[in-house]
């Protein structure tokens, strides 16, 4: 069974940092396209930062771009979230994603089967 775990949320003063962690589990053979995404009570789930199987292409949502930076591990089945200048509006649930298959936009939720628990992230002026 695929299953993926998230690690490395907590609370941190604006401009500070924090480095997300995501253990992927269940499978052999090959690696996935994954993503974080974040969500904050009452709203909807959107896509935070993405990287293809191999790792040679990534998306990010225009708020975290030249802040956040997402990266792999695939010898570890590892992926991470190194999120710099940490704003209040970043405060959410952090959840990471791993696509097995998907049509349509590569790093759009829909693309997502497997999803963690999620790890809350919350940052204070």
């Known amino acids: 069974q695929v299953q993926v775990v998230e690690s490395g949320g907590g609370s941190v003063q604006a401009g500070g940092s924090l480095r997300l962690s995501c253990e992927s589990s269940?499978?052999?053979?090959?690696?996935?396209?994954m993503a974080w995404f974040r969500q904050v009570p009452g709203k909807r789930r959107e896509g935070v930062a993405a990287?293809?199987?191999?790792?040679?292409?990534?998306w990010y949502a225009d708020s975290v771009k030249g802040r956040f930076t997402i990266s792999r591990d695939n010898a570890k089945k590892m992926l991470y979230l190194q999120m710099n200048s940490l704003q209040p509006e970043d405060t959410a649930m952090y959840y990471c994603?791993?696509?097995?298959?998907?049509?349509?936009?590569?790093?759009?939720?829909?693309?997502?089967?497997?999803w963690g628990q999620g790890t809350q992230v919350t940052v204070s002026s």
């Open positions: 990287i293809v199987s191999g790792g040679g292409t990534t």
């Open positions: 994603a791993l696509s097995r298959s998907y049509r349509g936009m590569w790093y759009e939720e829909s693309a997502f089967q497997i």
């Open positions: 269940g499978y052999s053979g090959g690696n996935y396209n």
